[in-house]
């Protein structure tokens, strides 16, 4: 059964790049034909996707944060990770990292890591 | 604002039966399928159903969903206390822009 793992610092500055990266084990994150997302949750509101990336490197981002994000696949180390650039408070939130599968040709989500806080604070 | 309309909120009884709803568009849940997720609190949320009615293995067939035009529901049947939770439905958005993925703004189940 595949586990994610979310790392990463809990504490980013104004202004400066969140990065996170997302540990997949229990299973290849080259198998299948998954893909590999991100998604976060403000505190105390509801879930916003951010993008997603194939293990071959190809992403897919939200338009509302394409200009910030960078998703980026490392099969040898089975991790994928984000960046998110020039983040303010409205950044603040749990990040999870989260595996997508198919259904007659639809992807959806359909395993998610634990998750992580993170807040954007001087 | 989010693109799917759920009530902020439900509830029922143990043993009742209850469904929350969830309202798009013709670029939305018209033309794609409906997903739902239940969110424990303080715990990330878990996959309820796929392809508008169909269950992941481990899911309790007490968890059915449903989707008519440009509507969805998911219905939960002899209702239990471990089934108070936050549960989204989710899909994807192929309007201007998109497409891309969406969830609903969420509805908090009391078990009263």
């Known amino acids: 059964q595949v586990q994610l793992q979310e790392s990463g610092p809990g504490l980013v500055k104004p202004s400066q790049t969140l990065s996170l990266t997302c540990t997949v084990s229990?299973?290849?994150?080259?198998?299948?034909?998954?893909?590999w997302s991100w998604i976060r949750q403000h505190p105390g509101r509801g879930l916003e996707w951010i993008g997603y990336?194939?293990?071959?490197?190809?992403?897919y981002y939200n338009p509302s944060l394409r200009s910030q994000i960078t998703m980026s696949v490392d099969t040898s180390k089975n991790q994928f990770s984000l960046e998110l650039s020039s983040v303010t408070s409205a950044d603040t939130a749990v990040y999870y990292c989260?595996?997508?599968?198919?259904?007659?040709?639809?992807?959806?989500?359909?395993?998610w890591g634990q998750g992580t806080l993170v807040t954007v604070s001087s | 604002q989010s693109v799917l309309t759920q009530p902020p909120s439900a509830s029922g009884t143990p043993g009742q039966r209850v469904t929350i709803s969830c309202s798009g568009s013709s670029s939305d849940i018209g033309s794609n399928y409906v997903y739902w997720y239940q969110q424990l609190p303080g715990t990330a949320p878990k996959l309820l159903v796929y392809?508008?009615?169909q269950r992941p293995s481990g899911v309790p067939d007490r968890f059915s969903g449903s989707k008519s035009g440009t509507s969805a529901s998911l219905a939960i049947s002899g209702l239990r206390s471990e089934d108070e939770a936050e549960y989204y439905c989710?899909?994807?958005?192929?309007?201007?822009?998109?497409?891309?993925?969406?969830f609903g703004g969420g509805t908090k189940l009391t078990v009263l």
């Open positions: 989260a595996r997508g599968d198919y259904y007659d040709g639809s992807a959806y989500i359909d395993t």
């Open positions: 990336i194939y293990n071959n490197g190809g992403t």
């Open positions: 229990g299973g290849s994150i080259n198998s299948g034909v998954y893909y």
């Open positions: 989710a899909g994807w958005d192929d309007s201007l822009g998109g497409p891309y993925w969406v």
């Open positions: 392809g508008n009615d």
